[in-house]
């Protein structure tokens, strides 16, 4: 396991930006199986998958936030990031990203069982 620290939340207008990144205590994407992906957690609510990438670059999303959320990484910094445009109300969560391995499919990246490594979460909250 590696430790894993979010940064960037923040307050931001509907229709705003915000970057979020996820600085690894380890080597990220060390092997074929290593994958990272971003969870959200909405007050009353479980936590639901956001976007996850592979080591090959693969990545899957949430039709909840396709065509807004992007997500990339920095191998020299060990740092994942979650580029957010056009944010909703319905975007306020906590922010968690995750470390894990797993085969390539929605299934696997989407769920929570896949990740072994978590952070502790950046509140990212969007007014109206």
């Known amino acids: 396991q590696v430790q894993l620290v979010e940064s960037g939340g923040g307050l931001v207008q509907a229709g705003g930006s915000l970057r979020l990144s996820c600085a690894s205590s380890g080597r990220i994407f060390s092997s074929v199986s290593y994958i990272m992906g971003w969870f959200r957690q909405a007050p009353g609510k479980e936590r639901e998958f956001v976007i996850a990438?592979?080591?090959?670059?693969?990545?899957y999303y949430a039709d909840s936030v396709k065509g807004r959320f992007t997500i990339s990484r920095d191998n020299t910094k060990n740092t994942v990031y979650l580029q957010m445009n056009s944010l909703k109300p319905e975007d306020t969560a906590v922010y968690y990203c995750a470390a894990g391995s797993g085969s390539i499919s929605y299934a696997v990246l989407s769920s929570r069982r896949s990740y072994n490594s978590w952070g502790q979460g950046t509140q990212v909250t969007v007014s109206s």
């Open positions: 990438r592979s080591f090959g670059g693969t990545t």
